[in-house]
């Protein structure tokens, strides 16, 4: 049986990635197709498989812009060949679910979430506060129509399997579709406890773009008076550099993974400040053995034990996560409990569920759905 791979775009090492970089160990002879691949921006696992890019790749500064190519994304999609694939095991947050699978084949999609842009976040990314009224009216009726197209090809996936059960509801309700629950990978083994004494600062580790609100987080530690690390890079870190002037706040830029590591070991807790679909970053601090200060909502709460290995903030305001970070030095968190908690995450546990679906699934009799 020939199977193919399908990866919305190949930019990075972003927690999508590292869950294609398992599923293409599990399906080393595959084809790995996608809307852009960056060269030397993927592990060498990843970029040892015949990458064939779609249409989107010849455009003009594709390597930063390619966002700025989304209308485009689903004309592109439907353009791959894929008449001597037998299984398609997307793995999709964008386009990559809408491929067309020839009659006959099995298409397994899994799914980190209906695109967010097009359907519940519109105003994170696109809103007038944003982007300017103009720019706004001009990507309402275009994200509305990329919202239509991604309903009406859901139905191009014989099986579903989500990142958390969250997204399973948000599959349930955009798609009309079941789906199973396998949690992303996490490298327990790399990310481990160090036995070091935790120093006083909080850590982010995120992309700084607008619905992961880096600014709330920002307000809260300037109300505490907790310094508050970040790592990552995006659009929105003027935006944000500029509202962090007055307050004990430092952006670290790109960090290696051996950074983020020793930066997860010295925090005194990670916070994650956004609703995530899932939330790859809580899971490897908590394998450090370092709490999580959460959003009570999304992933979060499949991964953060209240009280046990972090604290979820009921509310998405500064004062309310201001008050969760005064709590921490009231507060006693057991390093080996946390770390055992996030082992039930580990890439082998991912790789083993993900092995028995992908074998059902090519299994199936023609024609079954789940």
Not at 65 to 76: E, I
Request: proline share 8%; aromatic share 8%; with cysteine.
């Amino acid at each position: 049986m020939k199977a193919a791979l399908v990866h919305d775009w190949l930019t990075g090492m972003r927690g999508g990635e590292k869950a294609l970089e398992v599923l293409c160990e599990l399906l080393p002879e595959a084809d790995l197709l996608t809307l852009v691949h960056v060269p030397g921006r993927v592990s060498p696992t990843i970029a040892s498989h015949r990458i064939r890019p779609s249409l989107i790749q010849r455009l003009p500064l594709v390597d930063r812009l390619y966002r700025h190519y989304l209308p485009l994304f689903p004309f592109a999609i439907e353009q791959f060949d894929l008449d001597d694939v037998d299984l398609v095991l997307s793995t999709s947050h964008c386009a990559a679910k809408s491929v067309v699978p020839r009659p006959g084949a099995r298409h397994l999609c899994y799914c980190f979430t209906p695109m967010r842009y097009a359907w519940d976040q519109f105003d994170h990314y696109f809103g007038p506060a944003r982007v300017g009224a103009p720019a706004n009216a001009l990507a309402r009726p275009v994200l509305a129509g990329l919202a239509r197209w991604d309903r009406r090809t859901s139905g191009r996936v014989d099986r579903y399997v989500a990142i958390s059960h969250y997204v399973a509801g948000r599959i349930r309700r955009y798609y009309n579709r079941p789906s199973d629950v396998v949690y992303p990978p996490v490298d327990t083994e790399f990310f481990q406890p160090d036995g070091r004494v935790p120093e006083g600062y909080l850590l982010i580790v995120s992309a700084l773009v607008p619905y992961k609100r880096i600014d709330l987080a920002i307000d809260a530690a300037h109300l505490a008076g907790i310094p508050l690390r970040i790592v990552g890079d995006g659009p929105e870190r003027d935006r944000l550099c500029a509202q962090a002037a007055d307050a004990p706040v430092e952006f670290l830029g790109h960090q290696t993974d051996d950074q983020i590591r020793n930066l997860y070991r010295g925090a005194a807790a990670v916070v994650l400040p956004g609703e995530e679909d899932f939330g790859i970053v809580p899971v490897e601090a908590q394998a450090c053995g370092r709490p999580v200060v959460a959003l009570a909502r999304g992933g979060a709460r499949e991964t953060v034990r209240d009280g046990v290995t972090g604290v979820l903030v009921p509310e998405p305001t500064a004062e309310a996560f201001a008050d969760a970070f005064s709590s921490l030095p009231g507060r006693w968190f057991d390093v080996d409990v946390i770390r055992r908690h996030a082992e039930g995450f580990s890439r082998a546990q991912f790789a083993r569920q993900m092995q028995d679906i992908i074998e059902q699934t090519a299994q199936a009799p023609e024609g079954t759905r789940w």
